[in-house]
């Protein structure tokens, strides 16, 4: 198996693991469970609590998708593919840094999330998905032009 690979197959197997906390236990605080957040055991209304529902189920839906691609290009894709899979992984995953971060650092900074420092200990978590996508596409581009 080539480290492309391995770093693909740990992610499936994370995020499988994130999508099954997020449709069976979303209020949990384990993985992408967003109990964390006050807001979700407190919603004002129904239709907010409808809604964050809603927004929860979407994301477990978005991340099948990933995993579901990042499954078939494992399976029946060329090396190429799964680098340049890999390249398009550190790049969306990156992201997160750009609009995500802000947002849960600001919310617990104002402590509507609970524990305090989760958004730190998720910044590490993502930042370690980025290193590892890095550090794999690295070791493939010089083992190949070596």
Known sequence: MSILSLAI???ILMESAN????????????GNGVGVFHAFHNPGNEEQR???GYLVNWVAGVKLIFIFLLAVILTVGTEQLRMWAVVAMILSIATYFW??????KKLDAMGCITPKGYSKALGWMI???????????V????????
């Open 9 to 11: 197959l740990i992610f």
């Open 19 to 30: 999508v099954a906390i997020l449709y069976f236990w979303p209020g949990g605080q384990l």
């Open 50 to 52: 409808l809604f964050a």
């Open 99 to 104: 609009r995500l971060h802000p947002i849960i």
């Open 127 to 137: 930042a370690g998905f980025l290193m590892m996508f890095t550090a794999a596409l």
């Open 139 to 146: 070791v493939h581009i010089l083992s190949g032009v070596m």
